[in-house]
């Protein structure tokens, strides 16, 4: 997929001009603090969200196209939202490692191609904060094959993600996009210490 084209083709069907539903509804419930990360932003709406709860958000993306989308739309009032162009599943990306208190993340995990996978864990993993947490919201039961997005299952996340994360919650979101009804589930999951194993 090349995400660059896609964007600069106005070919992004996944941009629908607002945050995510379900992480609007979690959030209404639920405090999100400190610092953010928010990989595969687009153009930055889930990233403008998040710093309105007065979240240091900081929103990275793999098309420059979408980053400089991102940064058209207004600051918001509270917190701090940046955009940056990076390779999130590259080593050698330059973010800080251990370094945020949250990833917050819409379909990233679903979007990138299954071989990707564990380099995304990893990714996630060394960008938190010990006892840093992972809210992802994943598509788990799409019903046509193919991608992206590429489904997952929830028997799927858990082999996955537990070598380097303990589950807290999973539910299914009450709200989501147009046309997405039924088809994500959230996911709550802390950071595990390696170092202790």
Known sequence: MDWERSYQNNEIPWEKGQPAPPLVEYLEKNKISGHVLVPGCGTGHDVRLLASRGC???GIDISSTAIDLAHQYPK???GTATYRLVD???SDNNLPTRHYDFVVEHTCFCAIQPSQRSAYIKAVHRSLKPGGYLLAILFTHLE????PPYSTTPAEIETYFTPM???EQYWRPTRFHEGRDNEESMYLMKRRDLSKH
């Open 144 to 147: 046509e094959p193919g991608g």
């Open 76 to 78: 918001p009032e509270f």
């Open 88 to 90: 999130f599943l590259a």
């Open 56 to 58: 240091h958000t900081h």
């Open 165 to 167: 994360f303990t589950i």
